[in-house]
Structure formats: structure tokens, C-alpha cells
């Protein structure tokens, strides 16, 4: 892992901490998501890629 990668995953814990001592839920539920995707960057994914939209713009 780079340390740009490691930086930003101290950043993400750090902001957990803070989200959940706020009771900030709903992002710290996001924030644990993108750690859990830094942390598995080197598997395949199987999700559904959004990235290319849904093929519905006009």
C-alpha cells in the first residue's frame, strides 16, 4: 500500500471515530464502506459498476 494509501486510510479511521462519538451514523457506515474497499483494492469486484451510469441518459 503506498503511503498516500496509508494516509487516507488513517484519515477514514480517524473520521470514524469522530462520526460515531457524534452519533453520526449514516456516515460512518460510508466511511466503513471506502475502508473496506481500500483494504480489498487488489480482488476483483463484484458489485454493480454504477460508474458508466445506467444507460438511460438522453
Known amino acids: 500500500m503506498s503511503d ?4 487516507l486510510r488513517r484519515r477514514l ?3 470514524a471515530i469522530g462520526c ?3 452519533d453520526d ?3 460512518k457506515d460510508g466511511i466503513i ?5 481500500i483494504e480489498h483494492l ?6 454493480t459498476d454504477y460508474s458508466q451510469g445506467d444507460g ?3
Open 20 to 22: 460515531q462519538e457524534d
Open 42 to 47: 487488489n480482488q476483483p469486484y463484484f458489485g
Open 13 to 15: 479511521i480517524n473520521d
Open 33 to 37: 464502506i471506502a475502508l473496506f474497499e
Open 4 to 7: 498516500e494509501m496509508k494516509e
Open 56 to 58: 438511460e441518459d438522453d
Open 25 to 27: 451514523t449514516k456516515t
